[in-house]
């Protein structure tokens, strides 16, 4: 594998706090090249879990974003096979891939959690929370793009 670090952002919507008892909806991921050049995206909605449920306060957000939500149910696949697939974009990536995260978000939390529970594989050769000097996490949901704008 290439010595060149390849930094991989992250973006999730979930419908609660922590995986488990709640579900991971939508995994988007964006490669970059050292010089913030954009490789490639990943961007899949996953299934619930099995017996997980929706946090109220979960509940009152997504309703606010109705067409969002419709968006993360579209297409969704089993999180098994997510996260397999997700896996092999991260394997096929130029370079030593880094996940570049949020310290206080929960997006590296959830993927952790799903990657050793249905894959039983951790992908990245280091994890980063120094995210400042790239381009903000790709996400695929309208309601994301424009609050992403009005932050920039």
């Not at 010089?35 to 961007?43: A, E, N, V, Y």
């Not at 109220?56 to 974003?65: K, M």
Request: glycine share 6%; proline share 11%.
């Amino acid at each position: 594998m290439p010595h060149e670090t390849v930094f991989v952002t992250l973006h999730i919507h979930t419908d609660g706090p922590i995986p488990g008892p709640h579900s991971l909806h939508t995994l988007s991921s964006a490669a970059h090249r050292g010089d913030r050049g954009l490789i490639t995206t990943f961007t899949m909605n996953l299934r619930e879990l099995p017996g997980a449920t929706l946090h109220p306060a979960s509940l009152e957000q997504w309703r606010t974003r109705a067409d969002d939500w419709l968006s993360t149910r579209r297409a969704a696949r089993p999180p098994a096979l997510a996260t397999s697939a997700y896996v092999q974009w991260v394997e096929k990536l130029p370079g030593r891939p880094t996940l570049v995260t949020d310290p206080v978000g929960p997006d590296h939390l959830f993927v952790y959690w799903y990657l050793h529970r249905f894959s039983g594989l951790w992908p990245f050769a280091r994890t980063s929370m120094e995210a400042s000097s790239l381009p903000r996490p790709f996400c695929p949901l309208t309601g994301c793009r424009r609050e992403l704008a009005h932050t920039s």
